[in-house]
């Protein structure tokens, strides 16, 4: 019985970064053969409670050429134990080639496929860049909108794709 809540919860940690890492997604997907990649995932702590999964303590979770870094990675799973809301805190940092995202707080909720970077919201995308208070992409419909006391963008004529 414990083997079984074990793979289940790996199964669960595999689940979660896809939220980070699923084929399409403009902000952090360099290439679509990260979906087939395994997943790794490390911290200091990982506890899961009724539903929610923690790990704390220097996270750093990694699948295929992505990586998301921060001190506390939050997995809220519904009532089937389907993957909910993914919340990465304390300096997190999302880095693929060309492409880095960077807040106080990085969410993806995974039902509406929408991801929410907050507090000193930053996307670097082939060297351009956007910065604001709050940045909401959805993904659905290649959407972006970024808020704050002053949006501040830097974009490069004829870029070629420069690493961040």
Known sequence: ?????????????????LAFSKENNNITS?????????IYIEANKMDYNNNVI???GNVVATRGNGKLTC???????????????????GN????????????DIIEYDVPQ???????????QNKGNTVQGDKIVYYKKLNKAIVTGKRVQSIFIPNNKGAKP
């Open 54 to 56: 923690t790990y704390t």
């Open 113 to 123: 496929d929408i991801i929410v970077v907050t507090g000193n919201a930053y996307l």
């Open 30 to 38: 360099a290439n679509s053969n990260n979906s087939n990649k395994p």
């Open 1 to 17: 019985m414990k083997n079984k809540k074990l793979v289940y919860i790996i199964l669960l940690l595999t689940l979660s970064f």
């Open 71 to 89: 001190q506390k990675l939050t997995i809220i799973l519904d009532k089937n134990k389907k993957i909910e809301k993914v919340i990465a805190t």
């Open 92 to 103: 997190p940092v999302y880095k693929e080639p060309n492409k880095l995202v960077k807040g």
